[in-house]
């Protein structure tokens, strides 16, 4: 096995370009005609090594989603790869930050971890089994989406359903900048809350105002009693608003309250108290809505047991795999909060996502995709 391992390692060169090309399509979310036009390479480079079938999925507000298959005939539930070919930088980034290496061979550049890094190895594992005439007659299926950094608002729904007909799900969000892979990571919940009272001259007769800040303070204080760090529960009030003139007793104020925690069980029981907020201020009337929620993928038995079979798969090139946890969601959280078998941060070692020194480490390429080629060719499902 460690034959595949060299075999990866000779390719470096060719996922270094393979990489940098990925990285000269700027693909900022809501720049759909540029993001287009990297789906249309994904779209031959599927093609081009032997998918059975790529399916356009289009889109009107965002980049089209892709979903390629190989095998499609072949007996057992297929593998899926989770990609997404947007990211947060806006057009004309690239021009001020062009990809570059330095002395340590980082790559620098818009977009290089999150997630073209994991594209790359993808592509790579695919075609290194190819090259190797070692392709596993197993279904594997690679759903390429383009809204990942605005929350998956219109992928979800398909993420769940392919997810429920998979066997496992491989989503190939960076490494930790110790090349370790995830096995845990946070959900997150979001609140709006708003408070009704009732105007009055702050002169004249505040005390027939009704202080929607005041009851708003108080809900935020409620709120910061909430949080539960050493069980990894953090509520905080991130935002607030309130209040019409420096002289009148004010009608209204909101919040927007951001939730994270570690288990399905904590989700429930913070959002149940949330939720049962009462008003303080006599006379004032309280409202909670609940925004956009992504479960935790949790470092449960079957995470652990996963993640075992990982390990073992890596041992036998010579690799160690590591885990560790991530206080931010991905497209993972959906997949491992229904209960299927999920792996994330399978993508490169490196740092700086969502920042000015974001890049990936370019010797640990080879590394994960041999790891991804050797999972796709041993991965057995538990019975
Ligand atoms: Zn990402």
Request: aromatic fraction near 6%.
């Amino acid at each position: 096995m460690t034959d595949m391992l060299s075999h990866f390692k000779r390719q470096q060169q060719t996922m270094v370009d393979l990489l940098t090309t990925l990285i000269n399509y700027e693909t900022f979310t809501s720049s759909k005609p540029d993001v287009d036009k990297l789906g249309r390479y994904m779209e031959d480079q599927f093609v081009g090594l032997g998918a059975s079938s790529v399916q356009r999925i289009p889109q009107e507000k965002v980049g089209d989603f892709l979903l390629a298959k190989w095998n499609e005939d072949a007996p057992g539930k297929p593998i899926m790869f989770l990609i997404h070919i947007d990211t947060v930088w806006p057009i004309g980034t690239l021009a001020e930050r062009p990809p570059r290496i330095d002395e340590q061979g980082r790559l620098f550049g818009p977009g290089a971890i999150d997630m073209k890094g994991g594209i790359t190895i993808v592509l790579s594992a695919l075609r290194g089994l190819r090259d190797l005439g070692e392709f596993p007659n197993r279904p594997i299926w690679v759903l390429m989406t383009a809204d990942e950094e605005v929350g998956s608002t219109y992928s979800e729904a398909l993420i769940k359903d392919l997810a429920k007909q998979s066997g496992l799900v491989l989503v190939m969000e960076p490494a930790t900048p110790e090349e370790a892979i995830k096995t845990s990571r946070k959900g997150v919940a979001t609140f709006q809350i708003a408070v009704e009272g009732r105007p009055a001259h702050a002169g004249n007769a505040p005390e027939k105002g009704i202080n929607a800040i005041v009851d708003l303070a108080y809900q935020t204080l409620k709120l910061q009693e909430m949080n539960d760090l050493r069980h990894g529960t953090s509520v905080s009030v991130t935002m607030v608003e309130g209040g019409t003139a420096t002289n009148v007793i004010p009608a209204h104020a909101s919040a927007k309250v951001d939730v994270r925690m570690l288990t399905m069980q904590a989700y429930a029981d913070v959002c149940e108290k949330i939720m049962n907020l009462q008003p303080y201020v006599p006379g004032a009337k309280l409202s909670v809505t609940s925004g956009h929620t992504r479960g935790p993928m949790e470092r449960n038995a079957q995470m652990q047991a996963d993640y075992e079979q990982c390990r073992a798969i890596g041992a036998t090139l010579g690799l160690t795999v590591r885990e560790d946890s991530s206080g931010g969601g991905s497209d993972g959280n959906f997949t491992a909060m229904m209960g299927i078998s999920t792996l994330d941060g399978l993508g490169p070692q490196g740092d700086g996502l969502h920042a000015l020194n974001e890049h990936v480490v370019l010797d640990s390429l080879p590394r994960r995709s041999a790891l991804i080629a050797a999972m796709l060719k041993d991965w057995k499902f538990k019975e």
